[in-house]
């Protein structure tokens, strides 16, 4: 289906829910995405047409069980067939208001993001979401990969690193499922409403895991402005005491976690890169694309050296980040847009 076409069933589809005119579309992530932005006369509404029909399904079931327990999600409007109905979060969305806010305001926005992730796993407790929804990284073949993404570390390694215990940090990371997870908290999936709240959006692939996940994607995500040691210091200040894990153990364990999902985002970044070259910052952001320029891949470098250094088991690996970042920081000097890894 062409993308006209699908921008067709879409409009039809709310045309016929909602029993309004649809004055304009617009495609806020860019021509090509699940998701449209369609304007009727007296509101906005986000319409999302995905590939896998039982994802937008996931996400409408999701949105519908945390709704009576917290305002940090868009609402569900309902379901038509293929096609997701929610409310309109609003336009000014999280990755692009922290990089243009000054440094106490950016403290101000990454509270609030940690924050509101907090209610929204307190939300999933209280509507016992993990008890339907599907469990995350569960199979061992998911973990060996998820572990074993490090490999990425010895094209930048200019020393021999010491070798890990794989099989104990894949135990280690073989956690249950007991706690929902929204998944992908990137700060482009959350946005700054005409209200000021902050929301987050895109439940397509929440599940159950440990919980901590969710900050790794927030803090492992290379385009977000703010040092990994900050980061740490407030989720810890914004830690849930209704949590059943003492907040020592689960930093620990958040920072095994995104030691790893760095190294995922920098195999992203590097294939993002071999195919289509460098990119500039503002176009990462504005199409919330993986972080190919070199800042980003340095930031992401940063943020696996410090929490490798957290954890015994893979302090080794901070060498190895620190490689990569000396590489990447060369490319800024040598026109970033044009070149290749």
């Known amino acids: 289906m062409s993308i006209s076409q699908r921008k067709q069933q879409v409009v039809e589809s709310a045309e016929r829910f909602f029993a309004q005119p649809v ?14 932005r369609l304007s009727f006369g007296d509101r906005t509404v986000i319409a999302t047409l995905r590939p896998n029909f039982r994802r937008t399904h996931v996400e409408a079931f999701t949105l519908k069980k945390l709704s009576p327990f917290c305002s940090d999600l868009p609402q569900c409007l309902g379901v038509d067939g293929e096609i997701l109905f929610q409310s309109d979060v609003g336009g000014a969305r999280l990755n692009i208001e922290i990089s243009k806010a000054s440094r106490s305001h950016r403290d101000t926005l990454a509270h609030e993001a940690v924050s509101s992730i907090f209610r929204i796993h307190a939300a999933g407790r209280k509507a016992k979401l993990h008890e339907s929804v599907p469990h995350l990284g569960q199979n061992q073949a998911w973990i060996n990969n998820f572990v074993n993404g490090i490999s990425i570390l010895q094209e930048f390694q200019n020393r021999q690193s010491t070798n890990l215990d794989i099989q104990s940090l894949c135990e280690k990371l073989a956690v249950r499922g007991t706690q929902f997870v929204k998944w992908d908290c990137r700060s482009g999936n959350a946005a700054i409403g005409q209200d000021g709240k902050l929301r987050w959006f895109d439940c397509e692939y929440s599940g159950a895991r440990h919980g901590a996940e969710d900050f790794a994607w927030l803090i492992g995500d290379e385009s977000w402005p703010i040092s990994p040691q900050d980061m740490e210091a407030i989720v810890a200040d914004c830690f849930d005491p209704d949590i059943s894990q003492n907040v020592t153990d689960y930093l620990d364990y958040m920072a095994l976690y995104i030691t790893f999902h760095s190294a995922q985002r920098l195999k992203l970044i590097i294939s993002e890169v071999t195919r289509r070259g460098w990119s500039s910052k503002s176009r990462v952001r504005a199409y919330d694309k993986a972080g190919a320029h ?11 050296r410090y ?35």
Do not use: H
């Not at 004055?23 to 449209?36: C, I, K, M, N, T």
């Not at 070199?294 to 696996?304: K, L, M, N």
């Open 307 to 341: 929490f490798a250094q957290r954890n015994r088991e893979t302090q080794t690996l901070a060498r190895d980040f620190d490689d990569a970042e000396a590489f990447f920081l060369t490319r800024l000097t040598a026109r970033p847009v044009l070149e290749k890894v």
């Open 294 to 304: 070199p800042e980003f891949a340095a930031q992401i470098c940063r943020v696996g």
């Open 23 to 36: 004055l304009q579309v617009d495609s806020p992530g860019g021509e090509g995405r699940a998701s449209y």
